[in-house]
């Protein structure tokens, strides 16, 4: 059998310089130190692993129907695995996903049955191609190396949740820092600048100069020595006092943080990582350009641009790779959304109460979202008598048949 082996694609530096899987690691960790890129991953991870994932029963004609009794339930809503909960499995595949460029999850089968779903951390993780009887490649997972659930052999894709980020070849998926490395760089080196500035005693580097004066080397470091004991902020004193004597002048040469640019670059550094994560700024805590009905837009375009098309990945990749062919059409997960209206309650007490309204929902139905009682008589649909269809508000109109005919008024 013929073997075609793929590995995920890298940067250049990794490609061509041998690397341990620590120091692959580290190279992830280290962008997390910017807060930015914390509070993007951080946030988009959180959106995902605040949902619950419903299991649905789908009848003939579309409808779909809560199975909490099915043995994926607890599966995919409480314990996944042995090793973490739910909020915890999703939260980490979500980051792994933007940070390494794709997350995956190993589907444990007993007889036929999914008993739970292993996540399986990125670097330990390739992908291969072997040559089928017929001559095709057929795309496999390979772990090697994974200390709490070793697998052995090549996977199949039926066996392996892989969800990429954004991808070119639909394969493998490219980490976002990848893409942002040029600006993750330049925003290191602000926080870097900015971190030496205040070290340095705000401004302390300059040239000491004495006019008619030849020093020898030892007036020199005695010069140097007091200079450093009196204005280091580390080993002497922060922001201290020297005195000049007779003709010594001195000229300070570190250039202002209102000359670089220091606070107006990093400001700039938190738009443009938000960019490459599609996260608005003000998710990000930058209010230096919102007002209440930005903030309140900012959050719609939020989970329009950013969450809904998260979910809709895993959504698709789990139901393709949890259902045989044959159950797909009756049977499905989905994210419940509506757990993002959880702490907001006027949304919440809107929304159910436009479903009453129009009979949509039933009282109970609501009061169980609300996680309130059962009530007597609750489940009953109700609608609005006032309201009538186009054709009966005309014919209401029009006189009786009968009278017409006897030409009576």
Same mark, same amino acid.
């Not at 580290?26 to 930015?36: A, I, V």
């Not at 990749?317 to 309650?345: C, G, M, W, Y």
């Given at each position: 059998?013929?073997?075609?082996?793929?590995?995920?694609?890298?940067?250049?530096?990794?490609? @061509?310089?041998?690397?341990?899987? !620590?120091?692959?690691?580290?190279?992830?960790? @280290?962008?997390?130190?910017? #807060? @930015?890129?914390? =509070?993007?991953?951080?946030?988009? #991870?959180?959106?995902?692993?605040?949902?619950?994932?419903?299991?649905?029963?789908?009848?003939?004609?579309?409808?779909?129907?809560?199975?909490?009794? /099915?043995?994926?339930?607890?599966?995919?809503?409480?314990?996944?695995?042995?090793?973490?909960?739910?909020?915890?499995?999703?939260?980490?595949? !979500?980051? /792994?996903?933007?940070?390494?460029?794709?997350?995956?999850?190993?589907?444990?089968?007993?007889?036929?049955?999914?008993?739970?779903?292993?996540?399986?951390?990125?670097?330990?993780? /390739?992908?291969?191609?072997?040559?089928?009887?017929?001559?095709?490649?057929?795309? =496999?997972?390979?772990?090697?190396?994974?200390?709490?659930?070793?697998?052995?052999?090549?996977?199949?894709?039926?066996?392996?949740?892989?969800?990429?980020?954004?991808?070119?070849?639909?394969?493998?998926?490219?980490?976002?820092?990848?893409?942002?490395?040029?600006?993750?760089?330049?925003?290191?080196?602000?926080?870097?600048?900015?971190?030496?500035?205040?070290?340095?005693?705000? /401004?302390?580097?300059?040239?000491?100069?004495?006019?008619?004066?030849?020093?020898?080397?030892?007036?020199?470091?005695?010069?140097?020595?007091?200079?450093?004991?009196?204005?280091?902020?580390?080993?002497?004193?922060?922001?201290?006092?020297?005195?000049?004597?007779?003709?010594?002048?001195?000229?300070?040469?570190?250039?202002?943080?209102?000359?670089?640019?220091?606070?107006?670059?990093?400001?700039?550094?938190?738009?443009?990582?938000?960019?490459?994560?599609?996260?608005?700024?003000?998710? !990000?805590?930058?209010?230096?350009?919102?007002?209440?009905? @930005?903030?309140?837009?900012?959050?719609?375009?939020?989970?329009?641009?950013?969450?809904?098309?998260?979910?809709?990945?895993? +959504?698709?990749?789990?139901?393709?790779?949890?259902?045989?062919?044959?159950?797909?059409?009756?049977?499905?997960?989905?994210?419940?959304?509506?757990?993002?209206?959880?702490?907001?309650?006027?949304?919440? #007490?809107?929304?159910?109460?436009?479903?009453?309204?129009?009979?949509?929902?039933?009282?109970?139905?609501?009061?169980?979202?609300?996680?309130?009682?059962?009530?007597?008589?609750?489940?009953?649909?109700?609608?609005?008598?006032?309201?009538?269809?186009?054709?009966?508000?005309?014919?209401?109109? +029009?006189?009786?048949?009968?009278? =017409?005919?006897?030409?009576?008024?």
């Amino acid at each position: 059998m013929k073997l075609f082996r793929r590995k995920e694609k890298r940067s250049t530096e990794e490609a @061509t310089t041998p690397v341990t899987i !620590a120091q692959w690691m580290e190279s992830r960790r @280290t962008p997390m130190l910017l #807060s @930015t890129v914390y =509070r993007c991953v951080d946030l988009i #991870s959180d959106s995902l692993s605040v949902l619950p994932l419903e299991t649905y029963a789908i009848d003939t004609e579309g409808y779909k129907k809560q199975l909490r009794s /099915s043995h994926l339930y607890n599966i995919l809503n409480l314990e996944p695995n042995e090793l973490m909960s739910r909020p915890v499995m999703f939260k980490t595949m !979500a980051a /792994s996903m933007l940070l390494r460029g794709n997350t995956y999850a190993y589907i444990e089968r007993v007889k036929g049955e999914i008993s739970q779903l292993v996540y399986i951390p990125s670097e330990y993780v /390739s992908i291969e191609f072997i040559q089928d009887a017929n001559g095709f490649p057929r795309k =496999r997972y390979r772990v090697t190396g994974y200390p709490y659930y070793p697998i052995q052999g090549l996977i199949d894709p039926q066996d392996m949740i892989h969800v990429p980020n954004f991808s070119y070849d639909g394969i493998t998926g490219v980490s976002t820092l990848t893409h942002a490395r040029q600006t993750l760089g330049i925003a290191h080196d602000s926080e870097a600048h900015a971190q030496g500035f205040f070290r340095s005693g705000a /401004s302390t580097a300059g040239i000491l100069t004495m006019d008619g004066v030849r020093l020898t080397k030892e007036q020199k470091a005695q010069n140097y020595q007091e200079w450093e004991n009196r204005t280091n902020p580390i080993t002497g004193k922060p922001n201290g006092i020297v005195i000049l004597e007779q003709n010594q002048k001195y000229q300070p040469i570190t250039i202002s943080p209102k000359d670089s640019q220091l606070l107006e670059s990093r400001q700039f550094n938190v738009v443009d990582i938000c960019r490459f994560f599609s996260v608005s700024p003000v998710k !990000a805590f930058d209010l230096s350009k919102s007002s209440y009905s @930005t903030i309140e837009a900012t959050q719609i375009e939020y989970l329009n641009d950013t969450v809904l098309p998260l979910i809709t990945k895993f +959504e698709c990749e789990l139901n393709r790779k949890l259902f045989l062919p044959h159950e797909r059409s009756k049977i499905k997960v989905e994210f419940n959304t509506q757990a993002l209206l959880r702490t907001d309650k006027v949304s919440q #007490s809107t929304y159910w109460n436009n479903l009453f309204q129009s009979g949509m929902a039933s009282p109970n139905e609501g009061r169980r979202e609300m996680n309130l009682e059962r009530a007597e008589y609750g489940d009953k649909h109700f609608v609005q008598v006032n309201v009538q269809t186009l054709e009966n508000a005309v014919k209401q109109k +029009e006189p009786p048949q009968n009278k =017409r005919d006897n030409g009576t008024e």
